[in-house]
Nanobody, 125 residues
Framework: QVQLVESGGGLVQAGGSLRLSCAAS????????LGWFRQVPGKEREFVAA????????YYADSVKGRFTISRDNARNTAYLQMNSLKPEDTAVYYC??????????????????WGQGTQVTVSS
């Protein structure tokens, strides 16, 4: 069982930056792939970024490539999402998710077993 808690959301102007954190409980953190997803009211939750269990591979949605960076610190049981050059369309609730290490389908939210409660990110124009 893994419990995830996101933090770091808030209100920022367009062009600004935020760093989200995802703190995980449990000793098996280093064996889980981690993903970030986001959702706006009335729309489906969408993939943002993912990182493999050892941090060797990272995946991004086209909409955030070059602006967002996912990372993890297994010693601290924490994952991060550094978000730069934020745009109003990045406004959403951001969720951290975890799954037992796998080799595919990083973008598929149905493949993730554990979810945090979400943190709101609002980008003003």
């Amino acid at each position: 069982q893994v419990q995830l808690v996101e933090s770091g959301g808030g209100l920022v102007q367009a062009g600004g930056s935020l760093r989200l954190s995802c703190a995980a409980s449990g000793r098996a953190f280093s064996t889980y792939d981690l993903g970030w997803f986001r959702q706006v009211p009335g729309k489906e939750r969408e993939f943002v970024a993912a990182i493999t269990w050892a941090g060797g591979s990272r995946y991004y949605a086209d909409s955030v490539k070059g602006r967002f960076t996912i990372s993890r610190d297994n010693a601290r049981n924490t994952a991060y999402l550094q978000m730069n050059s934020l745009k109003p369309e990045d406004t959403a609730v951001y969720y951290c998710a975890a799954r037992i290490a796998d080799l595919s389908d990083y973008e598929d939210l149905l493949r993730y077993d554990y979810w945090g409660q979400g943190t709101q990110v609002t980008v003003s124009s």
